[in-house]
């Protein structure tokens, strides 16, 4: 049992340089991000680092009222803060003050290995060693895993990580083992951490709570009289040990305990989700408080088909064959039908809740409705749930492999099972056609010679009008967006008076300059003029002019 462990330890560390290296594909020597939410993440993990604050002061902002911002970042009282959730901004500024700025980029994957390290020390007690080993590798593999692991400021890699350490304290009780020779290490010190580990994925997410906070009260009372009464206590204060600082940086930064960057009252979208319309009438206060934009069973089982089940479909198959092998020892020789069983049920409910509250939203973050990607937002939602399917996939595998008749046959399966799985994960995460890794990293680099080269028109105290290139000028330039939008055009005089400002979008028609140049400027006292044309964009300068 040694000698597998420790090889089990040694194939895992192979594949987890693998996928660190791998998982580093997106990071420039200047960093620029695909999203508004993880410029965001970066700037305030920075200035969190920094200055030990999660705000920034913007003067203009006091004089003009709380209108330039970009996406994913709130103006509120002359301040710019997070649009979205605290936790990882706070966590990763506290690695940055420690290891310095480069560990930012290195973070998420670092967090994500040992994550999978955690998940075989789980699966090895539910399932056995050797499919712990395959579901290990599995997860590796697994295209949402290893897609957001690389656009590692987004919340979602960290948040599900979390909860997996959270398990392997509860479950493995790691400093266990270290008390046989080091007395001093409390009892209760497993619980204390995994209570801390749920509080810290809330603190990453915490729009997460509902169900986190079901699922961990269950697992209590199921491990509850081989845990001890008083180490479930302890778990609880750990809990509420980690939601005190929340709580805290939200009193600080927006007046309220309980309020977000989402409920602090901006009225401008902060993100491109467009949701379905509640009634009132026919949808309960407390349900829509729980799930914001309804529950549309239907709506949500079209999204799980295409983005849960059709788009990695290889994973799809091996999960229907693998869940009814559960029931079955296949090949390993302590299984625990009751851990198994329970297994499943976990499974279910975490499944059907994530389908329900994120499938019934209708999310569109590519500019292409119609196209489904691996870039679109229900995967990372939906992340617990891919992870929580390895064991069935690992299963499947095994099934498939023993049914070979000799031992040379059933590695040369094995091999061939895993070489095809590990391409097909790679295909899905590095070489989609639009949101694929590669392509975005071709485009990352392509948005970095727009950005130098704009710098190099426009002056550092600009303020920027943008559609969705809030993420390649932020945080260096100031932003406002939409153009289209009447509350912006009011704007633009004072605006313009105060700071260079500057449109950068989509190439204005000639049409539609000479439209803004004769009718729409002239009574603001402003004209437009073309600077620079970068592909289909163009970068224009809003002039001050006296008719």
């Given at each position: ?19 660190f ?17 993880e ?34 970042i ?7 803060l ?14 940055i ?114 169900w ?20 479930i ?8 040990l ?14 309220n ?21 509640v ?70 409910f ?13 999310i ?14 229900y995967?990372?939602y ?38 095809l ?22 485009r ?44 912006t ?7 313009a ?27 603001l ?23």
């Open positions: 049992m040694a000698s597998e462990t420790k090889q089990h330890f040694f194939i895992l560390v192979f594949f987890s340089c693998l996928f290296v791998s998982s580093l594909i997106l990071t420039l020597p200047r960093p620029l991000y695909n999203s508004p939410d410029t965001a993440n970066a700037f305030f993990a920075q200035t969190f680092a920094k200055h030990g604050r999660l705000f920034i002061s913007e003067p203009l902002n006091e004089v003009l009222g709380d209108v330039l911002y970009p996406r994913s709130v103006a509120f009282h002359g301040r710019l997070p649009g979205s959730f605290l936790g990882l901004p706070v966590l990763y500024g506290l690695f003050r420690i290891f310095g700025g480069m560990s930012l980029s290195v973070m998420t994957p670092v967090i994500a290995v040992f994550a999978v390290f955690a998940w075989y020390a789980i699966l090895r007690r539910l399932f056995g060693s050797r499919t712990a080993l395959l579901a290990s590798l599995l997860l590796f593999s697994h295209p949402a895993w290893w897609y957001y692991t690389a656009r590692g400021l987004m919340h979602n890699v960290l948040f599900t990580s979390c909860l997996i350490f959270a398990a392997f304290f509860f479950l493995v009780h790691p400093f266990h083992f270290f008390r046989e020779r080091f007395r001093y290490i409390p009892s209760w010190i497993d619980a204390l951490l995994g209570g801390m580990c749920v509080g810290f994925s809330l603190f990453v997410r915490t729009s997460e709570a509902v986190v906070g079901i699922l961990f009260f269950v697992c209590l009372f199921w491990i509850g009289k081989r845990f001890g009464w008083f180490r206590v302890v778990a609880i204060f750990g809990v509420i980690v939601l005190i600082p929340l709580l805290l940086f939200n009193r600080s930064l927006y007046s305990l309980f309020a977000t960057g989402y409920t602090v009252g901006i009225a401008d979208e902060q993100a491109s989700i467009v949701s379905i319309p009634s009132p009438q026919t949808q309960d206060r407390s349900l829509v408080e729980i799930a914001p934009f309804g529950i549309h069973p239907r709506i949500a089982w079209m999204n799980v088909r295409l983005y849960g089940i059709e788009l990695f479909w290889w994973i799809s198959v091996l999960v229907l064959l693998g869940i009814p092998l559960i029931f079955t020892k296949n090949g390993e020789q302590n299984v625990s039908w009751h851990a198994r069983g329970a297994y499943l049920f976990l499974f279910l975490v499944a059907g809740w994530l389908a329900l509250m994120y499938g019934s939203w209708t569109h973050d590519n500019p292409d409705p119609s196209v489904v990607t691996i870039g679109n937002s995967i990372r939906w992340l617990p749930i891919f992870v929580m399917t390895t064991p069935f996939v690992a299963l499947a595998v095994q099934w498939i492999c023993r049914r070979a008749r000799t031992q040379f046959a059933r590695r040369f399966a094995y091999g061939c099972m895993m070489l799985l590990f391409g097909l994960g790679m295909r899905a995460a590095f070489f989609a056609p639009q949101d694929g890794l590669v392509a975005m990293r071709e990352l680099v392509t948005y970095t010679a727009i950005r130098d080269r704009v710098f190099i028109l426009t002056e550092p105290d600009a303020v920027f009008i943008v559609d969705r290139a809030d993420k390649l000028f932020f945080p260096e330039r100031r932003i406002r967006y939409p153009l289209r939008d009447e509350k055009y009011a704007l633009l005089p004072d605006i008076s105060r700071a260079p400002l500057y449109y950068y979008g989509i190439t204005l028609p000639e049409v539609d300059v000479n439209y803004l140049n004769t009718e729409k400027l002239p009574p006292g402003l004209r437009i003029e073309h600077r620079e044309t970068f592909g289909q964009e163009s970068l224009y300068h809003f002039v001050l002019f006296h008719p």
